[in-house]
């Protein structure tokens, strides 16, 4: 199963950062912003990670919270929030069960290389916890101001564009 534009999003559960858990229901009400990205510490990751944290205070007035995935073990992703600096949470999906959910595990290449690897993608969530907009095979430059304005036309009641 994976999710659908206009339709509720399965409630799911992962470790995060800070010796927690989340679960997607525990945001309703709030609108959330789910990035996934290939992998901790590395050049694409950490910029769109960092152009997230430094936009955080506007997602906050827009309502929405910022989660980022991947299927690094929740060590990684305390390293990498704490190098960089993270203002939001972080999921460790080593079992790929939220990365299946949303359908970002893909076959990629790599020096000429296959293998499969989650491909770059954005989700905003509406408050009552729907599919609103997603963004796949993302480019990280000037990716995360597209989902703020997603996220703030939303949260002022417009209707969302699809991509």
């Known amino acids: ?24 229901s525990e945001l309703r009400g709030r609108q959330v912003v789910i990035y996934f990205y290939p992998k901790a510490s590395t050049p694409g990751c950490t910029t769109e990670g960092g152009d997230f944290r430094d936009r955080k205070d506007a997602f906050d007035a827009a309502n929405t919270v910022i989660v980022g995935v991947s299927r690094d073990g929740i060590r990684a992703q305390e390293n990498f929030k704490a190098k960089q600096d993270f203002n939001f949470t972080l999921l460790s999906d080593k079992d790929e069960a939220v990365c299946q959910l949303f359908d970002v595990i893909k076959l990629k290449k790599l020096y000429g290389k296959e293998h499969l690897g989650i491909e770059r993608s954005t989700f905003l969530i509406d408050a ?19 989902v703020l304005e997603a996220a703030q036309a939303l949260h002022a009641g417009e209707p969302a564009a699809s991509e």
């Open 128 to 146: 009552e916890g729907r599919l609103a907009r997603e963004w796949r095979k993302v480019k990280v430059k000037g990716h995360v101001d597209e």
């Open 1 to 24: 199963m994976s999710v659908s534009l206009g339709q509720p999003v399965p409630d799911f559960t992962a470790t995060a950062t800070g010796d927690t858990t989340l679960s997607l």
